[in-house]
């Protein structure tokens, strides 16, 4: 069985840092392209930050670029979102994605609350 585990969400003041992790079970990361997504309260799932698969190149949305930062441990099966300056309209639940083909897969979600 395939399972994403997010972690890492919390409550923080605005202007902190987080650091969310996101560990697969049953997959191996290596030809899957994976990213990060979130969803607002009361508004879709947009994406935040993502791997592509082949030359494993890094998308950012333009609301959080030169602030959150992917990266992602082969070795571990883990991908991070590292969150800094974060501001109130980051509130969400933050998910991770898996996708290669037609096989996606969904983490549960974490979520993160950007106090002013």
């Known amino acids: 069985e395939v399972q994403l585990q997010a972690s890492g969400g919390g409550l923080v003041q605005a202007g902190g840092s987080l650091r969310l992790s996101c560990v697969s079970y049953g997959i191996i990361w290596d030809g899957y392209a994976i990213g990060w997504f979130r969803q607002a309260p009361g508004k879709g799932r947009e994406a935040v930050a993502c791997?592509?698969?082949?030359?494993?190149?890094?998308y950012y949305a333009d609301s959080v670029k030169g602030r959150f930062t992917i990266s992602r441990d082969n070795a571990k099966n883990t991908v991070y979102l590292q969150m800094n300056s974060l501001k109130p309209e980051d509130t969400g639940v933050y998910y991770c994605?898996?996708?290669?083909?037609?096989?996606?897969?969904w983490g549960q979600g974490t979520l993160v609350t950007v106090s002013s």
């Open positions: 791997f592509s698969t082949g030359d494993g190149s890094s």
């Open positions: 994605k898996a996708t290669r083909f037609v096989n996606v897969y």
